[in-house]
């Protein structure tokens, strides 16, 4: 009896461990104890409804890049062009280098290739992002000279141990199998049929065909609603920042800079369901802007199938396959 005490409490230690160290849950993930709670969508994942529970897909990559390339690509980004779905092998470049938003880099630019920045965001955090200066990339002559010192017993705790988000990682730790989403899906599927309500976190669309983030739709996120009223005023402030972060980079060595407006779900897939804002048409065909666009948008509109995944927030393999051709046919690359 004491020895199966010892082996529960060991595993209640291990979860344990796995919701609050980076260290200890991707260990766990490695052993399989925990399971990716992602791998059936984002969307999923939150609302539980079964009717979009979806294996995400795995897109082939496009295998253009060349070592022989003139062309080295920095991106600026968010989700959309996280490793998992966008790499090296995609574009016809010889060096390729991708920093996120909030995070910062140091670079070295090689002046005998061509560099080009690309700056992608998802239209519900276009206003954030160029509601202030736009640093992710450092451009320096020598980084060398800057060279990481290592980090303090602090910071390395500090990177370790995550006590913000501990409530979510200990869910998933606990919560990531199978038999956990069966219970959920019974909850999420009587919460809907008995009183029409899904997960605070997501929106279904008015006919249930579709599910998309919460704050894509709801008019009480005014920053990230694509059914949100924007000011010509706050247009033409995006549309300066926009210019003036482009300028910057090209001062600092980039050859091109270009935008990329990834965007929303319901934008594209339900946009009568209120009054859509029109955000990525009035800063693309704003007469001010001077950086050359992606335009995303217009494809995905005229898109005959749907470009996004059915059980997540970013696009299936179709629509990432329009995106990047878009982005061959402007950048050259």
């Known amino acids: 009896m004491h020895f199966l005490r010892y082996i529960v409490f060991a595993i209640a230690l291990a979860l344990w461990a796995g919701g609050l160290s980076t260290t200890?849950?991707?260990w766990l993930y490695r052993t399989g104890i925990i399971a990716d709670d992602y791998r059936y969508g984002d969307l999923y994942r939150l609302s539980a409804l079964h009717q979009f529970k979806l294996a995400?897909?795995?897109c082939?990559?496009?295998n253009r890049a060349s070592d022989s390339a003139s062309t080295h690509l920095y991106l600026i980004g968010d989700s959309?062009?996280?490793?998992?779905r966008l790499s090296k092998d995609d574009f016809r470049v010889?060096?390729?280098?991708?920093?996120g938003w909030d995070n910062q880099q140091r670079i070295e630019l090689d002046s005998t290739k061509r560099n080009i920045l690309l700056i992608e965001s998802v239209e519900r955090h276009f206003r954030e992002h160029f509601g202030r200066p736009v640093n992710e990339f450092i451009v320096e002559q020598d980084t060398a000279r800057h060279r990481a010192t290592n980090p303090t017993i602090f910071q390395r705790i500090s990177l370790e141990i995550h006590w913000t988000d501990v409530e979510e990682r200990l869910e998933s730790a606990l919560f990531s199998q199978d038999w956990a989403f069966w219970f959920k899906e019974l909850?999420?599927?009587?919460?809907l049929n008995w009183f029409d309500r899904a997960n605070a976190s997501v929106s279904l669309s008015k006919n249930h065909h579709y599910l998309f983030l919460n704050s894509d739709t709801n008019p009480k996120k005014p920053l990230n609603s694509s059914f949100v009223a924007v000011t010509d005023l706050e247009i033409n402030?995006?549309?300066d920042s926009a210019n003036s972060v482009a300028s910057r980079y090209r001062q600092l060595g980039f050859d091109a800079v270009y935008l990329s407006i990834i965007p929303n779900k319901a934008t594209i897939l339900e946009k009568e369901r209120d009054d859509y804002n029109h955000l990525i048409e009035r800063v693309q065909n704003n007469p001010r802007l001077t950086v050359p666009t992606i335009d995303t948008?217009?494809?995905f509109e005229q898109s005959p199938v749907s470009p996004y995944l059915k059980s997540d927030t970013h696009w299936n393999c179709e629509g990432r396959a329009i995106w990047l051709g878009l982005v061959r046919q402007k950048c050259g690359i």
């Open 24 to 26: 200890v849950s991707r």
């Open 56 to 58: 995400q897909p795995v």
């Open 60 to 62: 082939p990559p496009a």
């Open 80 to 84: 959309f062009s996280e490793p998992q």
């Open 94 to 99: 010889s060096y390729y280098r991708r920093v």
């Open 187 to 191: 909850k999420a599927s009587l919460t």
């Open 237 to 239: 402030a995006l549309v």
């Open 297 to 299: 948008y217009r494809a």
